[in-house]
């Protein structure tokens, strides 16, 4: 599973766009981009995969260069309620469910 | 339709106890996994369990060990507790498909003492 590195912390304002870039030279090619967020005292929870170019849902974006060597999640327009972790993780789970956390960055959202 | 629940909700523990954590996975779900999260660190895989067996075990020692009965729900039992056992419990299921994401409860807060 490729290691991933991305930053530990950010901060932001309410109603900016923020970006988080994760890094992860050394993906496979069968290897998909996933990211989690996390709130304090609570599981994970998915927020968006994708494996090239880019993917949009109703929470996030996920812009993959042509290389995959790193990968950008994209909240738009961020809320208090935005301030949590979020993981990076890439690998090919197969049919195992193991995933491989990082440290996450931690994102704080300012009002 | 309830997601995943796990029980107690936190539990606390002196050394050398032993615990029991309980999950019930989403409804569709037959794949069980169980994570271990340390303060200010990320999910670590401990194992997981498909049609009452363990498929995959991370780097933990024997003395976190698991079951699944036949309604996919699951245990997990650590014995001989260390202090270092004090974490968030995580569980989480799935239908156990390729790359498909994982549903998380909102975890066991264990305490040892």
């Known amino acids: 599973l490729a290691k991933t590195t991305q930053p530990i912390s950010m901060d932001s304002y309410e109603g900016q766009e923020v970006n988080i870039t994760c890094s992860h030279n050394n993906i496979a090619t069968n290897d998909y981009i996933t990211w989690y967020q996390q709130f304090p005292s609570q599981g994970p929870r998915f927020i968006i995969q994708?494996?090239?170019t880019k993917v949009t849902n109703e929470v996030a974006s996920l812009f993959i260069p042509a290389d995959r060597k790193s990968s950008t999640l994209s909240l738009p327009r961020v809320s208090l309620s935005d301030t949590a972790v979020y993981y990076c993780l890439v690998g090919y789970s197969g049919n195992t469910g193991k995933l491989i956390f990082g440290q996450g960055t931690t994102l704080q959202v300012k009002p | 339709d309830a997601g995943v629940t796990q029980s107690p909700t936190h539990l606390i523990k002196t050394r050398g106890q032993q615990v029991t954590l309980r999950c019930s996975p989403k409804?569709?779900?037959?794949?069980v996994s169980w994570y271990q999260q340390a303060l200010g660190q990320g999910p670590q895989f401990i194992f997981q369990y498909y049609e009452e067996e363990e498929r995959q075990r991370g780097n933990f020692p024997d003395r976190f060990s698991g079951h699944q009965f036949p309604n996919y729900s699951s245990e997990l039992n650590v014995n001989a507790l260390l202090l270092g056992d004090s974490a968030l419990y995580l569980c989480?299921?799935?239908?156990?498909?390729?790359?498909?994401?994982?549903?998380f409860g909102s975890g066991t807060q264990l305490s040892v003492l």
């Open positions: 994708g494996y090239k």
């Open positions: 989480a299921s799935s239908t156990g498909q390729p790359n498909e994401k994982l549903f």
């Open positions: 409804s569709g779900h037959d794949t």
